[in-house]
């Protein structure tokens, strides 16, 4: 109770009143406690022993009844009907409209309460719809009566024909118990992290809808071709605080949305955006909706909840995460951070995972590491981009020297500025961008370069590579080779270097034009 309460960053003068539930709170030692040290609004009238069942019958009350069509007779006038089921005023507002492909253009409806002492009057109701002001009584359920009429007067029976308001109590949509987001690709981190759905925050009220904006493809989805793949993971975080942009694996998966080339009728290129909806309903069963900004599609999704984790499920997410983990470590290492202790820890969680059938604990086990992980990642990331801010910008200098103009030296010595700036402020966020744009010029300078090593890469891995056309990437590699022993240049070798990376496999990209993007994520800002 008090982890609720500072969760929710509560004191216990702002709580009103503490309902008790349950047969264990009749007791009058926990009855003094709560007194004590939540907030001396404690209240006792209400039987905690009946307390839920009483609740749950008051919320099943607001909730919407599914109504077999079969069921309603035929000349029924079948009316759609909005209104609060629970109400603390002393009127409510009750919208109506005639259904789509009603056989009356109009009606004129009239709502009557059951003690006969009040009615609305006759409300003409069309495919636009009305609204009626219907007068409560207080503190007591207020049936009315639906009474629908012709244009010449005659009563004509409807559907629905009775609504219940109950005046005196207002009860509260159920709240989010987790907050929800989805895993996008960072190219900082080079792993899945957890972007937040704004809106679809721990506590919030259902129904919901969450978006999350500025994203991008790193794949193309062709019409009508299945194996290409959008996968978009959906996360459950207990606690938001620190979530955002922390490695999704450390979160709670819910499920995947898959979205193919059978769902798009135009051609979604790589790197486009995309905007993503998620919609929860009352029942907390949730839908996506993917939007393509370039093709202006929007393609919906029911997110299945119902399939259970089997135990060849939790070994491929162990596995998954494991080398996640080991990437991550080597990472660090690469950098010059003492991963020693890390990585024991994580060859302990691999033995445990060959040897252990309890496939869960090892799960919590490996997210304990994760963490562990990427903590150190969070406390040494400054000292590491400055590390690298200072290596690659020397590296630029040495290009500029060598392969440099005027022009050229002119943005070098503003980037050497801004370096400057950067590291004096210690500010992470601008390092990434200043690191970018030194990196930008560096390939700019040493673009020759840069496609010789490419061509020559791939022609020592020739066959380790799962190329569309190896016949024609041998063609291009050995093409590429003639103009590298023949006085080279950016003009010629480039070109084929660029045809060579679209014989790639979708979403790989090795070698010396960059690292490795798993295929169908989405790509976040970070």
């Known amino acids: 109770c008090k982890e609720l309460v500072n969760r929710n960053h509560l004191s216990s003068s702002q709580i009103n009143k503490l309902i008790l539930v349950g047969g264990p709170t009749h007791s009058p030692l926990i009855r003094q406690m709560l007194k004590d040290q939540i907030t001396p609004n404690v209240d006792t009238s209400i039987d905690p022993m009946t307390a839920v069942a009483t609740g749950a019958a008051l919320y099943a009350s607001t909730m919407d009844a ?35 492909g009603s056989s009356y253009s109009k009606v004129f409806v009239e709502l009557e309460r059951s003690d006969k002492a009040w009615s609305s009057g006759k409300v003409e109701i069309d495919a636009t719809g009305n609204v009626i002001e219907a007068n409560l009584l207080e503190s007591k359920p207020n049936s009315f009566a639906i009474v629908a009429y012709d244009e010449k007067g005659n009563k004509v029976p409807c559907f629905p024909n009775e609504i219940t308001i109950i005046q005196g109590s207002k009860v509260g949509a159920a709240p989010l118990p987790y907050n929800i987001g989805i895993a996008t690709w960072s190219e900082v981190k080079k792993r899945p992290v957890f972007r937040m759905a704004k809106g679809l925050e721990k506590n919030k009220p ?31 975080v207990d606690d ?71 135990i060849d499920d939790a070994t491929k997410v162990i596995n998954k995460d494991l080398a996640e983990a080991q990437r991550s470590i080597h990472r660090l290492s690469d950098a010059g951070v003492n991963t020693d202790d890390l990585q024991n820890k994580l060859d302990a969680v691999k033995n445990e995972a060959a040897n252990s059938s309890e496939k869960k604990a090892v799960l919590q086990h490996l997210k304990e590491v994760l963490r562990e992980i ?153």
């Open 66 to 100: 599914v109504v077999d069509q079969k069921d309603i007779k035929v000349g029924t006038v079948k009316l759609e009907i909005g209104y609060e089921s629970t109400s603390v005023e002393q009127t409510e507002w009750v919208s109506a409209r005639l259904e789509p």
């Open 206 to 236: 259902v129904p919901a809808v969450g978006v999350i904006n500025d994203l991008k493809t790193t794949s193309k989805l062709r019409p009508g071709v299945e194996s290409d793949v959008l996968k978009i993971p959906v996360y459950q």
């Open 240 to 310: 938001f605080k620190g979530a955002e942009g922390r490695s999704a694996s450390l979160y709670e998966y819910v499920a995947d949305i898959v979205i193919t080339g059978e769902d798009v009728e135009s051609l979604i290129t790589e790197d486009s955006s995309v905007d993503v909806t998620l919609k929860v309903d009352t029942s907390e069963q949730m839908t996506l909706e993917v939007h393509f900004l370039a093709t202006d599609t929007t393609v919906e999704k029911l997110l299945d909840t119902s399939k259970k984790q089997s």
């Open 374 to 526: 990427e903590d150190k990642d969070d406390a040494t990331e400054w000292d590491r981009l400055e590390n690298e801010l200072r290596e690659e910008f020397d590296r630029l200098e040495r290009a500029q020297n060598d392969l440099g103009n005027d022009k050229t030296n002119s943005i070098v010595t503003q980037l050497r500025k801004q370096v400057d700036l950067v590291i004096k402020a210690k500010d992470v966020t601008m390092g990434r961008e200043v690191l970018e744009q030194v990196n930008a010029l560096f390939m700019h300078l040493t673009m020759l370069y840069q496609c010789i090593g490419f061509v020559r890469h791939y022609n020592d891995h020739f066959s380790s590579v799962a190329w569309k056309d190896a016949s024609h990437a041998r063609s291009l590699i050995n093409s590429a080779l003639s103009i590298i022993g023949d006085n080279p240049t950016v003009e010629k070798l480039q070109p084929v270097v660029v045809q060579l990376i679209k014989l790639l496999p979708d979403g790989e990209v090795d070698g010396p034009t960059g690292g490795f993007v798993p295929a169908g994520l989405l790509r976040g800002n970070n």
